[in-house]
Antibody
C-alpha cells in the first residue's frame, strides 16, 4: 500500500519561501506515476500546484508557475515543493499525492499558515 | 485554467439517490475520460471514490457511481446513508499534464 507523508514548517512570514517534503513508502517514485502537490484553502477549495514524473519531467499550474519549484530525489524516495514569496493567500493545507491522470493516494496534509 | 463548477450543496434523505454535477469545458471534462471524484471528511485527506469517469477503486461501495455527458460529469450516490455526509470534489485531467478541481459540494443527509 502506497503511503505519503508531508513534512515542513507550519508557520511562515510573508515573503518567505515555503519548503515541504513528501516521503513516499510502498512505491518507488522513479518507476511510474506523477507525484503531485495540491493545496486546499477555505476560500479556494482544492488547487493543483504541480507534479513531477520520473524525477525529471515537471509540470506546474500556470497561475503559480512563477513562484513554484518541484523536484524529486529518487534515492530518498521523496519529492519536494518550494513556493517563493508567500503571502497570506498561500495559507492552506498542502497535500502530496500519487497521480495517474488524477490523484489517487494522498498524504494526510500539512497546514501552512502565513502570518506577520 | 478555470476551476470546474459544482453546486455548493446537495441533500437527500436516507435511502434516496443524489446526483452531484461537475461542469467543465471542452478542454477538460469534455475532452478526456479522466474525471475523478473524492469524498472528504473535515480535517481529513480526500479519498478517491470514482476515477476515469465510471470506475470504482476496490473497497468503494457500489452505491457510488459516475457518468459523463458532454462537458458535465456526475457523481450518483444511491441508497444514501448517514456516513455519506461529507464534501465531494471532482477533478479532471486538463491536457498539458495539468489537473483542475471543482469547488466542492457539501452533501447533507437529512
Amino acid at each position: 500500500q502506497v503511503q505519503l507523508q508531508e513534512s515542513g514548517p507550519g508557520l511562515l512570514r510573508p515573503s518567505e519561501t515555503l519548503s515541504l517534503i513528501c516521503d513516499v513508502s510502498g512505491y518507488s517514485i522513479g518507476t511510474a506515476y506523477q507525484w503531485s502537490w495540491i493545496r486546499q484553502s477555505p476560500g479556494r477549495g482544492l488547487e493543483w500546484i504541480g507534479s513531477v514524473y520520473r524525477n525529471t519531467l515537471i509540470y506546474y499550474n500556470p497561475s503559480l508557475k512563477s513562484r513554484v519549484t518541484i523536484s524529486a530525489d529518487a534515492s530518498k524516495n521523496q519529492f519536494s515543493l518550494n513556493l517563493r514569496y508567500v503571502t497570506a493567500a498561500d495559507t492552506a493545507v498542502y497535500f502530496c499525492a500519487r497521480t495517474e491522470w488524477n490523484p489517487d493516494f494522498w498524504g494526510q496534509g500539512i497546514l501552512v499558515t502565513v502570518t506577520s | 485554467q478555470s476551476a470546474l463548477t459544482q453546486p455548493p450543496s446537495a441533500s437527500g434523505s436516507p435511502g434516496q439517490s443524489v446526483t452531484i454535477s461537475c461542469t467543465g469545458t471542452s478542454s477538460d471534462v469534455g475532452l478526456y475520460n479522466f474525471v475523478s471524484w473524492y469524498q472528504q471528511y473535515p480535517g481529513k485527506a480526500p479519498k478517491l471514490m470514482i476515477y476515469d469517469v465510471t470506475k470504482r477503486p476496490s473497497g468503494v461501495p457500489d452505491r457510488f457511481s459516475g457518468s459523463k455527458s458532454g462537458n458535465t460529469a456526475s457523481l450518483i450516490v444511491s441508497g444514501l446513508q448517514a456516513e455519506d455526509e461529507a464534501d465531494y470534489y471532482c477533478s479532471s485531467f486538463a491536457g498539458g499534464n495539468t489537473i483542475v478541481f471543482g469547488g466542492g459540494t457539501k452533501l447533507t443527509v437529512l
